[in-house]
């Protein structure tokens, strides 16, 4: 994972790129989420997260629910338990499964010790203010309540890293381009203890490491296309590199007969 300049960081936790450009919709959502298809081991992420809801009742806030995909599961698997999705993004949430909430995950309207469950899914990293996020989380959080958090390593993807790069400088003409924007990178895996540790005191961490596969272009490029909405930050014309990327791809799947990528996330369950 790339170590975004203070420009990028900004530009992850613009309200107006987040809303307007980034999750607009779920499509660019859709394109990040899809390139684990190809992922070995494959985790069940909803099923993870229900493990961990397995001594939960009540009420359970989805904070940066995106499109609906931990929501969706959820009600269909735990239908005792009472699921509002809430987003900051009122089109991601309009295929999502009502009840839903339009509210940033800053300034939550809800009452103190309201939510048995929160859940705070590879959204962190969005907002402005982490550590006041977490504290709002944790103040709408009943006592014995479990906050569940869920990001990347500070090395996951490292090969797409690389390979931006890479594509980056022969579109500039130099031997190394710009970074490419990273969306973890502000709460890390290895970060988010830290920030966490301030509210919670038990803090348990399951690592989900793994190896994506594949043997056409096409995941790749639909995975960095989704940053579009980043294109500025970039350093780099971004259509222009995307497409020398799926070229560069493409030659070492013919030279190689697959490009593989190293991926590590980790879901963390938190309790006072």
Not at 6 to 35: C, M, P
Not at 198 to 223: C, K, M, S, W, Y
């Amino acid at each position: 994972m790339t170590s975004n300049t203070a420009q990028q960081d900004a530009a992850v936790a613009d309200k107006t790129i987040l809303t307007t450009s980034a999750y607009a919709d779920g499509r660019h959502l859709a394109a990040r989420q899809s390139i684990y298809r190809w992922q070995q081991p494959q985790y069940d992420l909803p099923g993870l997260v229900e493990e961990e809801l397995a001594r939960t009742s009540g009420t359970v806030f989805d904070i940066g629910c995106g499109n609906g995909k931990f929501v969706s599961r959820l009600r269909k698997d735990r239908p005792d338990l009472q699921v509002v999705g809430i987003d900051i993004s009122v089109g991601i949430l309009a295929g999502v499964e009502k009840p839903v909430l339009v509210a940033d995950a800053q300034t939550l309207p809800f009452a103190d010790d309201s939510a048995d469950a929160v859940l705070a899914l590879h959204m962190l990293y969005h907002v402005a203010d982490i550590e006041a996020t977490i504290k709002e989380m944790a103040r709408v959080l009943r006592p014995g309540g479990v906050l569940i958090a869920s990001t990347n390593s500070d090395t996951d993807k490292q090969e797409l890293d690389r390979l931006w790069t890479r594509a980056a400088g022969e579109i500039l003409g130099v031997p190394k381009g710009p970074a490419r924007v990273s969306l973890s990178s502000r709460f890390s895996l290895e970060k988010a203890p830290r920030y966490l540790g301030a509210e919670f005191n038990e803090i348990r961490i399951q690592q989900l490491p793994g190896t994506i596969t594949v043997a056409d272009p096409a995941p790749i490029v639909a995975h960095l296309a989704s940053y579009e909405a980043w294109a500025e930050q970039c350093g780099v014309p971004f259509e222009e590199t995307v497409r020398r990327v799926a070229e560069i791809v493409d030659e070492t799947i013919n030279a190689e007969g697959s490009f593989k990528i190293t991926c590590l996330g980790g879901i963390l369950a938190c309790r006072r």
